[in-house]
C-alpha cells in the first residue's frame, strides 16, 4: 500500500475542520495523541494502518483519495466536492454527474463518465 502523506494530511485537516472539531478532540475520538495528530496533518509522520483506517471511517474519507491520488490532489476546492459528494443520494449524483458533463462539453472537453 502507497500512502501519500500529504493527500492523506491535506485530507485529514480538511474534514477535521469541516466538521469543526478541534485537534484535541479528533485525537480523542482516533485514540492518538495531539502531537502525532499534528505531525499527520503537517506530513511530517505516516499513519498507522490502524490510525488510517479509524480516520477514514470516523471521518468519512476516501481511501482511494489517499492510495491513488491524482493530479486534483491537493485543490483545496477539488478536496471540498470529493468530500461533500459522500453526503449525496443517488439522485443528487445524478444531477451533479449531468451537470458536470454539461459544463465539459460547453468547454469541449469529452466526457470521462461513458
Same mark, same amino acid.
Given at each position: 500500500?502507497? *500512502?501519500?502523506? /500529504?493527500? &492523506?494530511?491535506?485530507? *485529514? ?9 478541534? %485537534? ?17 496533518? +503537517? &506530513? ?9 483506517? /479509524?480516520?477514514? +471511517?470516523?471521518?468519512? !474519507? ?9 493530479q ?6 477539488? %478536496?471540498?466536492?470529493? +468530500? *461533500?459528494?459522500? &453526503?449525496?443520494?443517488?439522485r %443528487? ?9 454539461? *459544463? !465539459? ?6 466526457? %470521462?463518465?461513458?
Amino acid at each position: 500500500m502507497a *500512502l501519500y502523506p /500529504k493527500q &492523506f494530511g491535506t485530507m *485529514l485537516k480538511n474534514a477535521r475542520a469541516d466538521r469543526k472539531l478541534t %485537534q484535541e478532540e479528533l485525537a480523542e475520538r482516533l485514540d492518538i495523541s495531539v502531537s502525532y495528530l499534528k505531525d499527520l496533518e +503537517h &506530513f511530517r509522520n505516516l499513519p498507522s494502518y490502524e490510525v488510517f483506517e /479509524k480516520a477514514i +471511517h470516523y471521518l468519512n !474519507l476516501s481511501a482511494d483519495a489517499v492510495l491513488y491520488p491524482n493530479q486534483n490532489a491537493n485543490n483545496d476546492t477539488y %478536496q471540498k466536492i470529493d +468530500h *461533500l459528494l459522500t &453526503f449525496c443520494d443517488e439522485r %443528487q449524483l445524478q444531477v451533479i454527474l449531468a451537470t458536470t458533463e454539461a *459544463l !465539459l462539453s460547453v468547454d469541449g472537453k469529452p466526457s %470521462q463518465a461513458e
